[in-house]
């Protein structure tokens, strides 16, 4: 079973751009939403948008809360999320191909 999140959360996650290096992601929801367990690899994370989220990996969770316009690395990892706050979520994400691999390390939680 893949854990693509184009494909576990097609509602959600859409790609913009890819070649052999890079594929670029974008993310939105809506406050109450939720994604299914999905994996990222080594990625950069811009904000398009103010929001609030719920991070799940396993039995640990964490809440974040990222202001639009913030840039910023993101280890590979696996999680599930939800908006928990009362503003849509508007995220890009540029995904690493360079035989990057995928953990699901609880402290490595990024915000989709």
Known sequence: MS?????????????????????VLEYTDQPGERTTPHEHPDSVMHTLSSFSRRLHSGETHRDVAMAAGMTGWLPAQTHAGENIGDTPTHVLFVELKDGTGVTSDAGALGPA
């Open 3 to 23: 854990l693509d999140p184009v494909q576990t959360n097609p509602a959600h996650y859409k790609v913009v751009f890819e070649n052999d290096r890079v594929r």
